[in-house]
């Protein structure tokens, strides 16, 4: 039960999908993959382990102005869309072994209509892989995640605007929680001492590594209306959880956008305590989104899958 509502906590918080998104169970093994996520135009690498804790802003680097920061989040989600590779971790848990827990890849676009395709493989829980696409209000997933109700290789598919009595539990995952934008807007948040030093070289690129402390009520306060709910929402379901709304932070900067971000979350008691590890690596920025909508027999709809 404790790994059940922890895997939960994890795909709202992933966006997945970190993150969130978040993401719950992870892609059919023998389907196919989201689109391949890559750095700042390079082959695919892997998001930062979630095993290194950072160190102590005020050990790290030079000071620097956190509204570098904000603008930098704010013209990553300004360019529209971007591929993502993204892991999630737990070090210190009663409830789950140290290292990774689950990771990720896909694309994903900012704003309305939401528009994401995203892939998971759990590591650190007997839940599957996962394959979810978001097409403003239609819902397609496939995995073990859906095993029990569609057979395998097999896309469920979800309208939102259904009156059917699953539909809720379905909006959960598909809700702004899971919106990758918010890996980015957290960054709204940056106060009080920044810190900057070389990065070293991302995807081919030089960058520089930000160390911070995060504030996500000072991000839900700085947060544009287009935003507000998805990041409200978020923060709410953080402190529900007893999770601590101050966030230790690594980002990397690149050409003015975020190509990688690290987040370490406190965990409460009633989530085994330690800390959750959340990385993110961002790139190809505005790129056209490639959701592969499936079709024909290798969909089923929720209403012929479940009774109403």
Do not use: K
């Not at 702004?176 to 070389?198: C, P």
């Not at 959750?276 to 089923?300: A, C, K, N, Q």
Request: hydrophobic share 40%; with cysteine; net charge negative.
């Amino acid at each position: 039960m404790h790994r059940a509502r922890l895997s939960f906590l994890v795909l709202t918080l992933v966006a997945l999908a970190a993150c969130g998104g978040t993401a719950p169970s992870g892609p059919g093994s023998s389907a196919s993959a989201a689109p391949p996520a890559t750095t700042a135009g390079s082959s695919a690498t892997r998001a930062p382990s979630s095993e290194t804790p950072s160190a102590a802003p005020t050990s790290f680097g030079q000071a620097a102005d956190p509204q570098v920061l904000i603008d930098a989040a704010q013209a990553t989600v300004d360019d529209g869309t971007v591929r993502l590779l993204y892991e999630v971790g737990f070090l210190d848990s009663t409830l789950i072994p140290d290292g990774p827990f689950l990771s990720g890849r896909g694309q994903a676009s900012f704003g309305e209509p939401r528009q994401a395709r995203l892939s998971a493989e759990f590591s650190g829980i007997e839940f599957g892989d996962w394959e979810m696409i978001i097409d403003d209000r239609l819902l397609y997933m496939r995995g073990r995640v859906v095993a029990q109700v569609v057979p395998d290789d097999t896309w469920l598919l979800v309208d939102l605007d259904s009156d059917h009595r699953s539909v809720p539990d379905f909006a959960e995952i598909a809700s702004g929680q899971n919106d990758s934008s918010l890996a980015l807007l957290y960054l709204l948040g940056a106060t009080g001492d920044v810190r900057v030093a070389d990065g070293g070289t991302i995807g081919g690129a030089p960058t520089d590594q930000y160390r911070l402390s995060i504030d996500l009520d000072a991000a839900r306060d700085r947060v544009g209306v287009q935003f507000a709910e998805a990041l409200g929402a978020n923060i709410d379901a953080l402190a529900t959880s007893g999770i601590d709304r101050t966030l230790q932070a690594d980002v990397w900067l690149g050409d003015g956008r975020v190509v990688r971000a690290r987040y370490e979350f406190v965990l409460g008691r009633g989530q085994g305590g330690g800390r959750m590890i959340s990385s993110y690596d961002f790139s190809d920025f505005g790129t056209p989104l490639e959701l592969d909508i499936p079709t024909g027999d290798d969909v089923i709809r929720l209403e012929d899958a479940i009774e109403r």
